[in-house]
């Protein structure tokens, strides 16, 4: 009988074993991709006006429209305190004269002004968007309509909404209330509306309720508008768009700082995590 023996050698055409499984390379896709998407918040967060605004509708937006109501909403923006005030710079082609209030918060006090009204009263509730409307007795012949607004705080805080928007550039952050209009219907025409605008006194009118005397917040208001009213808007314009710019552009340096620094953190956290031994 033969006596079975086990070979010396295994065959070579045997497989291999599986080779040891490699550590898997981190990626540094994810932290960047975190380190970017935080640095655009950074600068988001900075560069952004806020959402606040003021906007105008009419009842009939049509050029030489006649008895046509305005109606507008100033947004509040302020966490502090309420709008007591709203200063509204009328456009060329509607006389001081041709407007009237219509609605307005209760106790408010409208005023005509050289070139326009203010509408001021108790301080609304914080948070609380100030709504007015008044009555034009007829539209010019435009096809835009600008009405530069003035909002003070009972805080003295004030929010200028007078920029202009200019073709070929971005829209304004404090662009003012914008009304664009239509063709005039057929057959309208311009009306005489009296002289224009007129600094003669002219009695105030009360929405709601008779208001004798200047309430603690109008005064409060008016002296807070002060330096926004000056001899006229051209002044208070001037001082809100130096600002309103310096303002825009310290916000953006401030962003991009920022934003600079959360990268350069993030950079060198990754380069670091890189050169340990174990990470690839």
């Known amino acids: 009988m033969t006596a079975f023996r086990l070979p010396s050698r295994l065959p070579s055409h045997l497989p291999s074993p599986p080779p040891a499984p490699s550590r898997v390379r981190r990626s540094g896709l994810s932290g960047a991709g975190a380190v970017l998407l935080a640095a655009s918040a950074v600068v988001l967060a900075t560069a952004t006006t806020a959402a606040a605004h003021a906007e105008v509708t009419a009842s009939d937006p049509r050029a030489l429209a006649r008895d046509v109501t305005l109606e507008f909403t100033s947004e509040a923006e302020s966490a502090e305190a309420g709008i007591a005030k709203l200063r509204v710079v009328l456009p060329e082609g509607i006389p001081v004269d041709a407007v009237s209030l219509k609605s307005a918060p209760k106790g408010w006090k409208f005023t005509r002004t050289e070139d326009g009204y203010d509408l001021a009263g108790t301080a609304l509730a914080t948070g609380t968007d100030a709504e007015h409307s008044v009555t ?71 929405a709601s309720a008779p208001s004798p005397t200047a309430t603690p917040a109008e005064d409060g208001a008016d002296d807070g508008a002060a330096a926004a009213d000056g001899n006229g808007t051209e002044g208070a314009e001037a001082a809100a768009d130096d600002g309103d710019n310096a303002a825009n552009l310290t916000g953006l340096l401030v962003g991009l700082v920022a934003a600079v620094v959360v990268l350069g953190i993030g950079a060198l956290l990754w380069l670091k995590r890189r050169g340990r031994p174990g990470t690839e």
């Open 136 to 206: 034009v007795k007829q539209l010019p012949d435009a096809k835009t309509l600008a009405f530069k607004t003035i909002e003070t705080y009972g805080d003295g805080e004030v929010s200028r909404w007078i920029e202009l928007p200019r073709a070929g550039e971005e829209k304004p952050d404090n662009i003012a209330p914008i009304l664009e209009l239509k063709p005039a219907a057929e057959g309208a025409t311009p009306i005489d509306q009296g002289a224009g605008p007129s600094a003669s006194p002219s009695p105030s009118v009360t």
